[in-house]
T-cell receptor, first 114, second 113 residues
Framework: KAGVTQTPRYLIKTRGQQVTLSCSPISGHRSVSWYQQTPGQGLQFLFEYFSETQRNKGNFPGRFSGRQFSNSRSEMNVSTLELGDSALYLC?????????????FGSGTRLTVV | GESVGLHLPTLSVQEGDNSIINCAYSNSASDYFIWYKQESGKGPQFIIDIRSNMDKRQGQRVTVLLNKTVKHLSLQIAATQPGDSAVYFCAVNYGGSQGNLIFGKGTKLSVKP
């Protein structure tokens, strides 16, 4: 079966712009989590969506937001981009994200802010 | 909260030797632990997991050991191969935080032929 698909793979944006990243989970998975990966901070949790509702949120500023659609696809948006937002953004899907785990990651979107 | 610590940022082993990668966590309520492998340009790939009601779990060439007393987790790779070269992360989840994995900083494993 198809894995977790993230688009686009690479993105270059200018400071101050906004960006939208997309994640299509594995078919049947209803939980989608987003992570930011940087060399300095490692993998950090952004937020998790389940059945179109944000269920959990990490310690990121309000410029980072997300949503989930009825088909479980998810998008995350970063507004007013800063240089420090340059990172690999990963999404992971799971059947429930709760006690029945099994998170599968996509290959990520590499965002470069210049 | 939860934090996950790293014992060694890099590890170099000879092909055919066994590798041991260690991880420590802080929250005694943590109940689910996962090891991921990340190769360059790819997302983390699931290797093996273990729940807090177990202290050992084996997969193909990999074993995860969990010591809840000292809040320590290890991944053992038997007969390490060049294809095992990657960054290995432990990830921890605890009951109060659905969908939220706390990751360690990762250990970069290099396998010398």
């Amino acid at each position: 079966k198809a894995g977790v698909t993230q688009t686009p793979r690479y993105l270059i944006k200018t400071r101050g712009q906004q960006v939208t990243l997309s994640c299509s989970p594995i078919s049947g998975h209803r939980s989608v989590s987003w992570y930011q990966q940087t060399p300095g901070q490692g993998l950090q949790f952004l937020f998790e969506y389940f059945s179109e509702t944000q269920r959990n949120k990490g310690n990121f500023p309000g410029r980072f937001s997300g949503r989930q659609f009825s088909n479980s696809r998810s998008e995350m948006n970063v507004s007013t981009l800063e240089l420090g937002d340059s990172a690999l953004y990963l999404c992971a899907s799971s059947f429930t994200g709760g006690r029945n785990y099994g998170y599968t990651f996509g290959s990520g979107t590499r965002l470069t802010v210049v | 909260g939860e934090s996950v610590g790293l014992h060694l940022p890099t590890l170099s082993v000879q092909e055919g030797d066994n590798s041991i990668i260690n991880c420590a966590y802080s929250n005694s309520a943590s109940d689910y632990f996962i090891w991921y492998k990340q190769e360059s340009g790819k997302g983390p790939q699931f290797i093996i997991d273990i729940r807090s009601n177990m202290d050992k779990r084996q997969g193909q060439r990999v074993t995860v050991l969990l010591n809840k007393t000292v809040k320590h987790l290890s991944l053992q790779i038997a007969a390490t191969q060049p294809g095992d070269s990657a960054v290995y992360f432990c990830a921890v989840n605890y009951g109060g935080s659905q969908g939220n994995l706390i990751f360690g900083k990762g250990t970069k494993l290099s396998v010398k032929p």
